[in-house]
Every structure is written in structure tokens, then in C-alpha cells.
């Protein structure tokens, strides 16, 4: 993430949908999270996005707060991680602050829950998942759900809460195509201000495996462009120089050839 993230909704700025890179492995899990994020949305209602790691699930949630409360300062939202959602509940038994925990949780106009899958196990965590989750659904507010798995391999999670993560629709975003993935790291470098040559990212498509860890495969990669940036801030230098001679050597021939 950036690191420009908001208190109150924990939501990240730069994880927008214009920043966000489209295709056919996601396309259709763009339009069904931005229908949330303009209400028209509800039938939708839980949103279930599911897929491998690093692929953007996480960028669609943070996406959806950010459009939503554009569009309505008003609302209440909170992005919160699975992990996170169950650490902050045993501080809150702890204090003595369920009540509180609750309300929080339970005022929201849209709920963005990462990573649910890491409530296997956290028993107390999970019921108080599943009371926010028929509260928030009751009252007709928006509910997002990303998960490394399919809503249906959450058995563990109880028959009734799996129903209701299936009640609204489950959409799964795919590892991206050669294709997009050079758009991805186009997004990347535009957005760091870095000027690499499009030779490098043709290079990169044209060479690479599509990964299976798109979070490793985007670390190391993102990592080897920062790292060679000043390099390939020179090759392009001395690429622009080169074009330059040759369009002048070409003006200069057609110059004489008209003599």
C-alpha cells in the first residue's frame, strides 16, 4: 500500500479504480465491485471476490470505500482484514468493550472484510463476524468480502454463514495475462515516476512465465526496476538521443533528395 491511509476507514487513497488495471481476468469483478460503489449494487449484496494471491482483490475493497465516499461523504465505511477484525475484538473483551466493538462494526454503511479465510479457527471472532454480517445484511447495508478461496470451501465457517456468503454473488479474479501484467507494472512506473524504456516492459511480457505468486512476482520485480531506475533512466536518455539523430539524418536526406 501507499501508506496514505485514511484513520477513520483505514482505507487506502491510492487504491482507486482509475488506478486500478483491467482485464480479462478481472473485468468482470471491476463492474460488480464499481456497481457497489454507485449503490446500484444491492442485488450484489454480500459482494464475494475470491482468487490467488496478489491478483487485486485488496485494490477492488479499497477501490469501492474510496468511489463510495466520494460520491457520499456521508457514509460510513471501514476496510478492515480479517486478522485485524479479530485482534481488535480480544482487545475488546479484554477491556470490556464488546458493546463498543459492536457498534462500530454494526453502524457501517459498507463493510470491506480481507483475507476472511484467516477466521478459521478464531472461534469468538467468527460468531462475532457472523452477527455483524446478518446486522449489517438485515439492514440493507453493503457488505464486501475478498478471500484466497471460493465462499464454498469455507465449511468450517458454519452452513449458515456460508449461505449467506453465497446469498449475493461470487466472483473469482484470475492471475492476469501477459498482457495486462505489462499494464500492471506500466501503472507501476508512471505512478513512481520512473521512466523505464518500453522495450523493458516488452522484455518482461515477452520473457516471464505468468506467475503463480503474483505477490512475490510483483515484489521482485517492482524491487529490480526501483533498484536499476537511474540505468534505465540513462538507456532512455540515450535511446530519445538516438531517435532524435535519425529523424534528423532523415530530414536531412529528404532534404536532398528534393535538390
Not at 41 to 67: E, R
Not at 198 to 220: H, K, Q, W, Y
Request: contains cysteine.
Amino acid at each position: 500500500m501507499s501508506g496514505n491511509i485514511d484513520s477513520g476507514t483505514l482505507l487506502d487513497g491510492a487504491l482507486t479504480f482509475d488506478t486500478f488495471v483491467p482485464g480479462d481476468c478481472n473485468r468482470f469483478a471491476r463492474t460488480a465491485a464499481l456497481a457497489v460503489a454507485d449503490d446500484s449494487g444491492q442485488c450484489f449484496n454480500p459482494l464475494y471476490i475470491y482468487g490467488g494471491s496478489g491478483v487485486g482483490k485488496t485494490h477492488l475493497l479499497h477501490a469501492i470505500g474510496n468511489y463510495a465516499i466520494a460520491r457520499n461523504p456521508t457514509l460510513k465505511v471501514r476496510y478492515v482484514t480479517a486478522g485485524d477484525f479479530s485482534e481488535e475484538f480480544v482487545e475488546a473483551q479484554s477491556q470490556r468493550r464488546t458493546a463498543e466493538f459492536s457498534r462500530c462494526y454494526r453502524n457501517l454503511d459498507i463493510l470491506l472484510v480481507d483475507d476472511v479465510q484467516s477466521l478459521i479457527g478464531e472461534d469468538d471472532a467468527l460468531e462475532q463476524f457472523r452477527r455483524t454480517f446478518c446486522t449489517l445484511s438485515w439492514a440493507n447495508k453493503s457488505i464486501v468480502v475478498a478471500s484466497d478461496v471460493a465462499p464454498w470451501r469455507l465449511d468450517v465457517f458454519g452452513s449458515d454463514l456460508v449461505s449467506r456468503l453465497q446469498a449475493g454473488l461470487a466472483v473469482d479474479v484470475k492471475a492476469p495475462d501477459r498482457d495486462t501484467l505489462v499494464r500492471i507494472l506500466r501503472m507501476y512506473a508512471v505512478r513512481g515516476g520512473w521512466k523505464i524504456p518500453d522495450g523493458v516492459f516488452d522484455l518482461i511480457g515477452a520473457s516471464c512465465e505468468v506467475p503463480t505468486n503474483m505477490d512475490r512476482f510483483m515484489e521482485l520485480t517492482r524491487t529490480t526496476l526501483f533498484e536499476m531506475k537511474d540505468r534505465l533512466r540513462g538507456m532512455n536518455d540515450s535511446l530519445n538521443e538516438i531517435r532524435g539523430a535519425l529523424r534528423n539524418v532523415g530530414g536531412g536526406s529528404s532534404k536532398y533528395r528534393d535538390m
